[in-house]
């Protein structure tokens, strides 16, 4: 009999959600019968339900979007005091305005000119208003589109490699001011060049002049730029989406899955407190989901206590484009074959207790599916307005800012571009009335209730709108 000996890393709680508490157990097994021998600790909730886990707790807790709720209040109550809240009087006509805007019929100052003489405000304080309102709350950086892979179904391969030019980068965070950043791309962050500068200048800047903005790093990982970078990401998550080089190769046409795993071991090795994989399922690696599980599953187990605790799966689902909706269709194959295989890791994880607590606590595996009947639409939640929009910005390498990713593909849907103006404060107004916009879904053909895939951030903040955001016990993260 061989006796593999390691211990296992839970967060105990105290049932609220609140003052959890790390403790270790150890656990032997027979790698033979795959049976424990040592002790079950009574208390340890994360092997029943992985609900305490960091998975569970921090990366995919869905609350955090609550931590923005003074953002977003302080923006409604300046809509209402520019007349752009739905409460208003004249909201037929601030409706037309938007619009208006949207399509560029007026310039920035007649539009201000417009808002002074139905406020009475003066024009310096609807500026500055505005101005705040440019502000976001979490930024999606696209900080370039050069790539290393060819990824198939890629939103940004026919784009000319654009890139922020790293000069810009402070005068964008000044403004947009948010309370925490993912960089991602677009291309490969980790391919950034600017002037000389890479991303680990980028980070360093980020970290030395706004020090309070929490970062997150989401990249494809085949190459790892030198420096310091690594000490000042919250967490970081590798596109992977293969279990092995070949299905890698079909799906990012380049031959770097070794390379990429190289580098995950490096980043596991690193300060960075959460290291994760992403598999994002589709018809091309459906069929290795478990053998990618069983993998690193293995690999996990050969882990130190540091690697063990960082590691981290998260799935989610290849979604159709936001302009195509579709209804579940059970006999759709890719659908079939996904509740199969979900069925099949299931079954093997009844039979092995150890792999269905490295599924509960160190991945999101429970939850695929659990949303709706389908595997791969998204969860369809009714809300009333677009928190969204206030909350949450892309900014893509060209400059050009969105309040949602899905909605980069038309350019029509673009808020502004602040680089490619005349007048960088008055793009800035530009943008924040576009966020108004969006916010009262006046993007028709987008923003109902079957298209919208961050309808659930708009569904959270209304539900807790009269909350006291610090009596929730929501991690300090402000990433959702
Ligand atoms: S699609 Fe949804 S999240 Fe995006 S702007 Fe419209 S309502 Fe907001």
Not at 399 to 407: C, I, K, Q, S, V
Request: proline share 3%; glycine share 6%; with cysteine.
């Amino acid at each position: 009999m061989t006796i593999i000996y390691w211990n296992t890393a839970a967060w105990v709680g105290n049932g609220a959600g609140g003052n959890l508490l790390r403790m270790h157990q150890e656990l032997y097994m027979d790698r033979k019968t795959q049976n424990i021998q040592g002790q079950k600790v009574e208390s340890d909730r994360t092997s029943q339900t992985g609900f305490l886990s960091s998975v569970h707790t921090v990366m995919r807790n869905k609350d955090r979007v609550l931590n923005h709720l003074p953002l977003a209040k302080r923006k409604v109550d300046i809509m209402k005091s520019l007349g752009f809240h739905e409460n208003c009087s004249n909201r037929q006509e601030s409706g037309r305005l938007l619009k208006a805007l949207k399509t560029e019929k007026i310039e920035i100052s007649d539009a201000i000119e417009v808002i002074h003489v139905s406020t009475g405000m003066s024009v310096d304080a609807i500026r500055k208003d505005l101005l705040f309102c440019y502000r976001t709350g979490l930024l999606e950086f696209h900080i370039t589109d050069v790539c290393d892979l060819q990824c198939i179904d890629c939103h940004y391969r026919q784009k000319d490699n654009a890139t922020i030019p790293f000069s810009s980068v402070s005068d964008y965070l000044k403004h947009l001011n948010p309370n925490a950043i993912t960089v991602t791309g677009g291309g490969e962050p980790n391919c950034y060049h600017s002037e000389g500068k890479d991303l680990n200048d980028l980070v360093l800047l980020i970290h030395d002049e706004f020090p309070h903005i929490q970062m997150g790093l989401i990249n494809n990982n085949t190459y790892l730029p030198d420096g310091k970078w690594y000490d000042f990401l919250s967490w970081q998550r590798t596109s992977l989406d293969a279990h092995d080089v070949l299905t890698y190769e079909k799906i990012k046409r380049k031959r770097k899955y070794n390379a990429c795993i190289e580098n995950i071991y490096h980043l596991l090795d690193s300060p960075i407190p959460h290291v994760g994989i992403g598999f994002l399922y589709r018809s091309e690696n459906i069929a290795g989901m478990e053998t990618f599980l069983l993998d690193w599953f293995e690999r996990w187990q050969k882990m130190n206590i540091a690697q063990k605790e960082k590691f981290n799966i998260q799935f989610r689902p290849i979604s159709p484009a936001i302009d195509r909706v579709f209804e579940y269709d059970p006999q759709n194959g890719l659908e079939r074959q996904t509740a199969a295989m979900v069925l099949q890791i299931k079954k093997h994880a009844r039979s092995h207790e150890i792999f269905n607590g490295f599924l509960k606590n160190q991945t999101n595996f429970y939850s695929i599916g659990t949303n709706s009947s389908s595997f791969f639409l998204h969860e369809r939640k009714p809300f009333v307005k677009c928190y969204n929009a206030l909350l949450h910005r892309v900014l893509r390498s060209d400059g050009n800012e969105y309040p949602d990713f899905l909605l980069c593909n038309d350019p029509s849907m673009s808020l502004g571009n602040v680089l490619a103006a005349k007048n960088a404060d008055d793009e800035r107004i530009r943008i924040a009335l576009g966020t108004f916009y969006f916010y009262h879904r006046l993007a028709e053909q987008y923003c109902h209730d079957e298209s919208c895939r961050q309808c659930w951030v708009s569904n959270l903040i209304e539900q807790h709108w009269d909350s006291d955001v610090n009596n929730l016990n929501i991690p300090d993260n402000y990433f959702f």
